[in-house]
């Protein structure tokens, strides 16, 4: 038989504040149920936080892939399914499932009640290090047989490196940013969700920078732009007060979908902080269905695309 890792599953409502203007749950919101998820399962195999804040360990998020597969809205509610992957010395994958779980009469595209509709799957790639130098630690024996009692599955996914992105082009869009107190996590640094909207924001203020608000998008051109999936790299931290450059530009430009490009890096001496990679979809904002990217659009933001 296969071994098989420790499945958690938990539940979370969805709140009003957790949607962005089209009615869907947020991006980053996902990434808040997947570390809720993740810190709720370390506890279930006798893993809490107290013990980690007592022995001065953590467990910090260097990468996350996350796929979205249909949205979610305020009434649903969201299972989350988890599990670790692997562990590698230092670092451990954990992977999620997010089912939206729809209310009756709730407003909004719906599943049928009851009908559970996977919504997303995602990975991460925790590290585990000590809290004060944050100098990465050989996980414990004892800790990997807890998250896996039947040992190691054998057929776990390989790693992939994080995809180089393109040169960006001279119409490259710089946002810049000071890092504010609620930005700010327990860890004491910019959360890895919080980075998500950070990415998101630069994205909104280079549209309309180019004459496209959502509101035009909507109501002039017919669509809205949704992620399909997310891949954030997190190199180094940042902190309370810094001065960040958020820039962005687009690539692999397609009928009906494109990818955004993002780095943050800290102005101060110009290290990379966070790097990551989105692909976008034109759809329907009511059906939901794909739609062509209008030649104006496209020609407004020629700039800031890489051919």
């Not at 399962?41 to 796929?67: K, N």
């Not at 549209?207 to 180094?236: D, N, Q, T």
Request: aromatic fraction near 12%.
């Amino acid at each position: 038989m296969t071994p098989k890792p420790a499945l958690y599953t938990t539940e979370f409502p969805i709140r009003y504040d957790e949607c962005d203007p089209y009615g869907h749950v947020n991006h980053a919101v996902y990434l808040r149920y997947m570390q809720e998820a993740a810190f709720q399962a370390t506890a279930a195999v006798g893993y809490p936080m107290s013990w980690y804040e007592a022995q001065g360990r953590a467990w910090l998020v260097r990468d996350t892939d996350i796929e979205y597969l249909a949205p979610l809205h305020y009434g649903d509610r969201v299972r989350v399914r988890t599990w670790v992957l692997d562990f590698r010395r230092v670092r451990s994958r954990r992977a999620y499932e997010l089912y939206r779980l729809p209310a009756a009469g709730g407003v909004g595209e719906r599943a049928p009640s009851g009908e559970a509709q996977l919504a997303a799957r995602a990975v991460t790639d925790w590290v585990y290090l000590e809290r004060e130098t944050q100098r990465p630690l050989t996980v414990p024996p004892e800790m990997v047989a807890a998250f896996m009692p039947a040992g190691p599955p054998p057929d776990a996914p390989p790693r992939e490196r994080f995809p180089e992105p393109p040169p960006p082009p001279v119409g490259v869009f710089i946002q810049s940013r000071r890092v504010q107190w609620a930005d700010l996590d327990p860890a004491d640094h910019v959360n890895n969700a919080t980075y998500l909207g950070f990415l998101e924001d630069c994205a909104v203020q280079d549209a309309l920078s180019r004459g496209w608000p959502v509101k035009r998008m909507l109501e002039e051109g017919r669509f809205a732009i949704v992620a399909r999936r997310f891949r954030i790299e997190y190199k180094a931290p940042a902190v309370l007060n810094e001065e960040l450059n958020v820039s962005s530009w687009v690539s692999d430009l397609r009928r009906i979908s494109a990818v955004r490009h993002y780095a943050v890096h800290r102005a101060a001496d110009g290290a990379l902080l966070t790097r990551a990679r989105a692909r976008w979809a034109w759809v329907d904002p009511e059906s939901g269905r794909p739609r062509r990217i209008p030649e104006d659009f496209i020609a407004d933001f020629a700039p800031n695309i890489v051919d």
